[in-house]
Nanobody, 128 residues
């Protein structure tokens, strides 16, 4: 059974930074893309960022337009962990952040329906 455990959320002032972590177990982590999504109150869950598996090549990262240049998504396969470094935070970044594993090895998606395992979420609150 795949398990994902997020950590690192919290309350931060606008302009601040956080490092979110997602520890995975139960699947060959290195063969699957990993994604971060977020859901604000009253809104649908939305794509934030994703990182490909290596596949013998360099990693490829994809970002939503709203976070490009502010967020990065490194992964450490030795630790079965993917991170989300969130910088220059804005009040509109306030949401519950979820990590997820792509259901198909060796590909990467933005669609939530392409991810089959999810963590419990970690709250990020940005004050103005």
């Amino acid at each position: 059974q795949v398990q994902l455990v997020e950590s690192g959320g919290g309350l931060v002032q606008a302009g601040g930074s956080l490092r979110l972590s997602c520890a995975a177990s139960g699947r060959t982590f290195s063969s699957y893309a990993m994604g971060w999504f977020r859901q604000a109150p009253g809104k649908e869950r939305e794509f934030v960022a994703a990182i490909s598996c290596s596949g013998g090549r360099s990693y490829y990262a994809d970002y939503a337009d709203s976070v490009t240049g502010r967020f990065t998504i490194p992964r450490d396969n030795a630790k079965n962990t993917v991170y989300l470094h969130v910088n220059s935070l804005k009040p509109e970044d306030t949401a519950v952040y979820y990590c997820a594993v792509d259901r198909t090895p060796m590909v990467m998606h933005r669609d939530t329906h392409e991810y089959d395992y999810w963590g419990q979420g970690t709250q990020v609150t940005v004050s103005s």
